[in-house]
């Protein structure tokens, strides 16, 4: 198991490595959006990973097309649908 810590709640949870983060918040009770169902066809579940980014899985080319067409993206910008939780720990800002 790996730790998410999710901002602004402050709540830490254990997550199994391999799931999306879209996945893992919507299982712990967060307040995250996804309109198009985690196919990266939307910009609902934008969140800013904070810490731990190079434990997610990369950055592949439909997340990153979304990205790139998206207003107020930054460095640390992930689609939670697209990211996939590693071996550590990783926290994230709900957007």
Do not use: F, W
Request: with cysteine; charged share 15%.
């Amino acid at each position: 198991m790996t730790s998410l810590t999710v901002q602004p709640s402050g709540k830490t949870y254990d997550v199994a490595p391999g799931t999306s983060l879209l996945q893992a918040l919507l299982a712990a009770g967060e307040p995250i959006i996804s309109k198009c169902g985690g196919g990266a066809r939307c910009e609902s579940c934008h969140v800013s990973v904070t810490a731990g980014r190079k434990s997610l899985s990369k950055i592949q080319a439909a997340e990153n097309a979304k990205l790139d067409a998206m207003v107020g993206v930054s460095s640390s910008s992930r689609l939670a649908c697209q990211a996939l939780l590693g071996d550590e720990a990783v926290t994230v800002q709900l957007i």
